[in-house]
């Protein structure tokens, strides 16, 4: 008989240990088995050993920017302000060589950029701002959230108004339009047009946005008025275009954004079509855009782009392709577990900002949401209305509810009782415009939220299984540390059936191995929060808790300290501290690493 040795490890799984000793065999069992504990001292033990923090860094992902308690990670890098010493002592900034002053900006877009606190320029910005702005066909490529889409932005509008592109620019009721902007997904294409509504309005340029799943009738009226930028999808501008509604005889700037993903959805056909519209192609400038440009993507590009073409590519051959402002991490998690574990990595790691949880099917979305507290649902099959609607209540009379929608394009009238309002208004504040402004914390999404979404505060990223390609985890884990922010992306998986080499290889990211949150973890998180609400509670309450709490002192044996842990564990909803899987996330469950001194066959 091989010599067997119990070893409970609640720390950090680490593969390369793993690997050394061969001949281990882990055993997993319910807690209450009597038969695989030798007593429950003996196990007590063992979860106190299992709750000291294993502290190796080998594990952890060298792009972590913070690699120490997984809570409170709310917090800006700094970026280096040079500061120098100027006459009586002053203190003066030296000027940033990406310094919006420093570019060919004009003023109102100056003070546009002022408003939204942007005084510099991100690296791809200023690389690529002269380029464009000289009329040069570009291949974009930067990490996500390093502001892609203001290097096109930007550029396009100083060349409309003070550039090249501004001498055979139309202007005047039904004036077709000077850009076209393509974007896989609806939200983006929404998100896109924000930023042409904000500056270019600020230029005195009008925009307008569309997309498949809306009704025609406002689009075609908006394009009829004459607009300047005209973003959108390839499917319902191609549709616009055949209906004569978009004429692009006089277009000068043509942008395809998140690039790869638009040809991979099938929309080639469709972008090429709306390319092959153009009649000049030397007269329009093609600038292409992504975090990720796969060499298809590449080799398709030199059809639609000159070949004079310039490529900057602030990724090009480094290994990590990911956002290295995020904390990449892996934790293995049986599907079964799911509904538990992800409450509480939430809890560790959302350092109390918005989380978005991705699943690789619609139903699977469905589901989540449905089990997670005041989370929400986000995928293709969700109405458009539902999926992106930004209302506003205009009055509110005792028998009558006026909806708006924000872009005046159609007006909703909604006649009930007040008591009505409640249920009614529900659907409506939904998704994305839900989650952006905060009425609920946690989107549970498919890859339609993938890419490029910019919404502020997202903390954290959950993705329940390893996705097919290494892009989508490139792109998912994106929409966390953006701008220079810091944000943890959790990538769940199922040791058993699924295999986290390819993403890890393809992608550059060395993961950072954990388990899932431990009791512990989680008490200690809210007990911190807890203990700050204990503070804000008024004095005038101490008369008439303080001679039960008297009682408790010289009755209970426990020291006014272990006294308040108790308070605070039973405030924040916790009597015990339960073990969990460290193989499958499973509660009650605990993991055995038996160990021998032989090796051990199986009997087949
Ligand atoms: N120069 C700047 N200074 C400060 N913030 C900026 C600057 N440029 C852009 N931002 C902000 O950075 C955020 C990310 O920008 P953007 O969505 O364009 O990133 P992206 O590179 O397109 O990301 P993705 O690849 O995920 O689509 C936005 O909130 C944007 O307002």
New binding site residues.
Partial sequence: MPSLSLTSNNSSVDPKKEKKTKKKIVLETQETDPLMVSSKKEKKKEKRKAVEFDDDDEERSETSSELGEPVNLKKKSKKAKVVEEGKDGEEVKAEDPNAVTRFRISEPLREALKK???E???P??ARTFEDILNGCDLVGR?R???????AFVLPILESLVNGPAKASRKTGYGRPPSVLVLLPTRELATQVFDDFKVYGGAVGLNSCCVYGGASYQPQELALKRGVDIVVGTPGRIKDHIEKGNIDLSLLKFRVLD?SDEMLRMGFVEDVELILGKVEDVRKVQTLLFS?TLPDWVKNISSRFLKPTKKTIDLVGNEKMKASTNVRHIVLPCSTAAMPQVIPDVISCYGSGGRTIIFTEKRESANELAGLLPGARALHGEIQQSKREVNFCILMVPSTVLMFVYEQNVSIVFVFGFLNCFGSSLGPCFVTLSGFRSGKFLTLVATNVAA??L?INDVQLIIQCEPPNDVEAYI?RS?RTG??GNSGVAVMLYDPRRSNISKIQRESGVKFEHITAPRAEDIAKAAGVGAAETITQVSDSVIPAFKSAAEDLLSTSGLSAVELLAKALAKATGYTEIKSRSLLTSMDNHVTLLLESGKPIYTPS
């Fill in positions: 939204r606190g942007i510099a320029l991100f791809i910005q930067a996500t959230g390093q502001g892609k889409t203001l998140e975090a890419r490029g910019d792109h994106g953006r701008a």
